[in-house]
Nanobody
Framework: QVQLVESGGGLVQAGGSLRLSCAAS????????MGWYRQAPGKQRELVAA???????NYADSVKGRFTISRDNAKNTVYLQMNSLNPEDTAVYYC????????????????WGQGTQVTVSS
């Protein structure tokens, strides 16, 4: 069994900050890319930021300069520091990871967390 467990969501005023964490656990062999996606009501899920095992990073244009993604490979954990939040950032944020696991050692599978709500009030 493999799990991605997110934490750190909540309610914050516009201009505030939150830090999301996502820890992967279970029968993991290795983790390639990890990332954060979000889905607002009535909208499609979209990429927020992603980071490879080697540290290459990609951000959505809407969060560049405000959000910072990082990861701790030793802890199988990815973080998302969100600053200067605005109401348009309100969404459920999902952690995502591409992993090789013991039950499927030759296949790179994608796993999702359960999601954490981020609400930014104006």
């Amino acid at each position: 069994q493999v799990q991605l467990v997110e934490s750190g969501g909540g309610l914050v005023q516009a201009g505030g900050s939150l830090r999301l964490s996502c820890a992967a656990s279970g029968s993991i062999i290795s983790i390639n890319a990890m990332g954060w996606y979000r889905q607002a009501p009535g909208k499609q899920r979209e990429l927020v930021a992603a980071i490879t095992r080697g540290g290459a990073i990609n951000y959505a244009d809407s969060v560049k300069g405000r959000f910072t993604i990082s990861r701790d490979n030793a802890k199988n954990t990815v973080y998302l520091q969100m600053n200067s939040l605005n109401p348009e950032d309100t969404a459920v944020y999902y952690c995502n990871a591409e992993m090789f696991v013991r039950d499927s050692i030759y296949t790179l599978n994608t796993y999702w967390g359960q999601g954490t709500q981020v609400t930014v009030s104006s």
